[in-house]
């Protein structure tokens, strides 16, 4: 047992939480939200569990798994549903949360080797990520664009004059990484561009990679191809190491997250997630808002990568509450409690019925225990997913981007 444990930091092999899983006494605190804020209503934050509404997707049905798998003889053999047990575990690091505090056992960490174990001994990967991982050897990116796609977000603000540098040509202080998302998916392009404005805005020396940026490796490395993983990422620490970079930048939360914990003490410069940047420069008076947004009824969602990963909570708050024309109200579950929206870990890839009835659940709790018309997050796995929930409404809830928000409300960066 190791009290304080960090949430997907140092993992260990599968046979070194043998120990701990035998501690697990199924008191089921695990599946829940602290005892002391709970609401019946909302008590439950284990997404396979709600879903599947068997033990063994919770983390103390886990834990037997990881026991019968470790017995000697072995007391578990492969089956389909075994595999659905293993992958379908979001690694939102909800019952490591709650447990490692009282009892000191890493159970996200546990379920995360777990998946690795699999993986080795061909259990996966899963069709759906198998294809991702070859989309990320092939294009370096998880949605089988081409490269030289990859900045295209970039020429449009170029061209209408915004000063973008070249990291790989030019020197610069900050490096934005906007992430394979925000480079491809047209849904969520808008936070690139709207990250773009802000650092413009800010006056800060800093460039982009464009079509020479790699995947940071999130997906992979969630679904257990750790071996894939630790060669991949080589590379990637050569090419950021030798830009003489004094901070990297993310809007993503699983970029932050991966570079935070997988490539801890391997990159020779500050890594931050923008919200703490722009909070920081709202406080120094770097940014001003200029124009109120329309009275906006809106609730924060707390991204796993970014919350429970790393504490980021008080940021995005600040930020929202001094944005002028917002009703800022919050859900039930948050912070540490929040509810994970039901992507990660793979999920949304390989197990979309599930991850899209999670955000189902989660936008419910946004409408009928915050009132809010619009929910903000700040990772583009969360507001996809969250996304897709909100379509199927018919109240005209939506999905929205920090970013975007604080872009918005900046106003127009060509007249600054």
């Not at 202080?173 to 047209?186: E, H, K, M, R, W």
């Not at 003489?244 to 990159?267: P, R």
């Given at each position: 047992m190791k009290f304080g444990s960090k949430i997907a930091r140092d993992i260990k092999p599968l046979v070194e939480y043998r120990d701990d899983a035998w501690k697990c006494v199924r008191c089921g605190v695990c599946r829940g939200t602290d005892p002391p804020e709970m609401n019946y209503l909302y008590a439950d934050s284990c997404p396979p569990g709600m879903y599947y509404k068997f033990e063994s997707y919770y983390a103390a049905g886990r834990n037997e798994i990881i026991k019968c798998l470790l017995a000697d003889p072995p007391q578990l053999e492969f089956s389909p549903e075994l595999q659905r047990i293993i992958f379908t575990c979001t690694a939102c690091g909800n019952c490591q949360q709650l447990c490692n505090v009282q009892k000191g056992l890493e159970t996200t960490n546990a379920f995360q080797a777990l998946k690795v174990y699999a993986q080795r001994r061909g259990w996966g990967p899963l069709p759906e990520h198998d294809a991702m991982i070859k989309s990320i050897i092939n294009y370096d990116n998880p949605w089988m664009s081409p490269r030289v796609q990859r900045g295209r977000w970039a020429k449009k603000l170029i061209k209408q004059g915004m000063d973008i540098k070249d990291a790989s040509k030019e020197k610069v202080?900050?490096?934005?990484?906007?992430?394979?998302?925000?480079?491809?998916?047209?849904?969520?392009?808008?936070v690139a561009e709207a990250t773009a404005k802000i650092l413009h805005l800010a006056g800060v020396n800093w460039g982009i990679l464009g079509d020479k940026e790699r995947c940071c490796g999130s997906t992979p490395f969630r679904v257990g191809a750790e071996d894939w993983f630790d060669d991949y990422k080589k590379e990637s620490i050569n090419q950021l190491n030798n830009l003489?970079?004094?901070?990297?930048?993310?809007?993503?939360?699983?970029?932050?997250?991966?570079?935070?914990?997988?490539?801890?003490?391997?990159?020779n410069f500050e890594e931050v997630h923008i919200i703490e940047l722009?909070?920081?420069?709202?406080?120094?008076?770097?940014?001003?808002?200029?124009k109120p947004l329309d009275n906006l009824k809106v609730?924060?969602?707390d991204p796993c990568h970014i919350g429970r990963y790393s504490s980021i909570y008080d940021s995005p708050r600040r930020v929202l509450e001094a944005l002028p024309g917002v009703e800022f109200k919050e859900m039930v579950r948050i912070r540490e409690n929040a509810l994970c929206c039901g992507s990660g870990g793979g999920c949304k890839t390989a197990f979309a019925d599930f991850a899209l009835d999670t955000a189902k659940i989660r936008m419910d709790e946004a409408k009928d225990a915050a009132g809010a018309d619009i929910v903000t997050t700040c990772c583009p796995f969360c507001e996809i997913n969250l996304g897709d929930a909100a379509k199927s409404r018919a109240d005209g809830m939506k999905v929205v981007d920090l970013m975007e928000l604080i872009s918005e409300s900046l106003g127009d960066w060509k007249s600054s």
């Open positions: 202080d900050i490096l934005y990484f906007p992430g394979c998302n925000a480079s491809y998916v047209p849904d969520i392009t808008p003489g970079i004094k901070t990297m930048i993310t809007a993503c939360a699983g970029c932050h997250s991966t570079f935070s914990h997988q490539y801890a003490g391997e990159l722009v909070d920081r420069m709202i406080q120094e008076g770097r940014l001003k808002f200029k609730t924060y969602h």
